[in-house]
């Protein structure tokens, strides 16, 4: 299982696009890249998943390079309501699937 | 909302003693995960389930154990409680395909032990 490694806060202000990058050296063929957003006392909610190049969706886009060792997730125009811990995961989904959530990365959006 | 359902909300207990915590997923769906997030942790992993069958386990205590029934629905057993078990417990459900296993997850559990 590929392990992850994101940073672990970012600050932003409203308005802003913020991207988070996650590192994933050691990602296998038939991962998947899937990012989940936390707010405090709340289950993690997806937010957007990928295999390669890019993917948009009504919240965020995620950018994987070619060699996929990594991947940026992108939110648009951040307000703070999207202060929350964002996580970043790497897995095939399928037989033995074990989800490891790392640390995280903790956005703060001030206004 | 998710779909997932998670009872109790919260629950309260003492040292020693045993509780179960319940799970639905969503209509559909075949496998259930279960984790545990302590104050300001991340979440740990404990176990998965597919359609009736533990899948993986992860960092779960001999003092817990879960199952899956025929409806689909989940149980997470949790035994002999210390202190140091009080955490919010999550539980998610996905469709269980290879590939793009994606996981609705529940509102949680919150358990505190005294």
């Known amino acids: 299982l590929a392990k992850t490694t994101q940073p672990i806060s970012m600050d932003s202000y409203e308005g802003q696009e913020v991207n988070i990058t996650c590192s994933h050296n050691?990602?296998?063929?038939?991962?998947?890249i899937t990012w989940y957003q936390q707010f405090p006392s709340q289950g993690p909610r997806f937010i957007i998943q990928g295999y390669k190049t890019k993917v948009t969706n009504e919240v965020a886009s995620l950018f994987i390079p070619a060699d996929r060792k990594s991947s940026t997730l992108s939110l648009p125009r951040v307000s703070l309501s999207d202060t929350a811990v964002y996580y970043c995961?790497?897995?095939?989904?399928?037989?033995?699937?074990?989800?490891?959530f790392g640390a995280g990365t903790r956005l703060f959006v001030k206004a | 909302d998710s779909g997932v359902t998670q009872t109790p909300k919260h629950l309260i207990t003492a040292t020693g003693q045993r509780v179960t915590l319940r799970c639905s997923p969503r209509s559909g769906d075949l496998s259930v995960y279960w984790y545990q997030q302590s104050l300001d942790q991340g979440l740990q992993f404990l176990i998965q389930?597919?359609?009736?069958?533990?899948?993986a386990k992860g960092n779960i205590l001999e003092r817990f154990s879960a199952q899956q029934f025929p409806d689909l629905h989940s149980e997470l057993n949790l035994s002999s409680l210390e202190l140091g078990d009080s955490a919010l417990y999550f539980c998610a459900s996905s469709v269980g395909y290879p590939g793009t296993d994606t996981q609705y997850f529940g509102p949680g559990t919150r358990l505190t032990v005294l």
């Open positions: 050691n990602i296998a063929t038939n991962d998947y």
């Open positions: 389930y597919y359609n009736g069958e533990e899948r």
């Open positions: 995961l790497v897995g095939d989904g399928g037989g033995g699937f074990k989800t490891i």
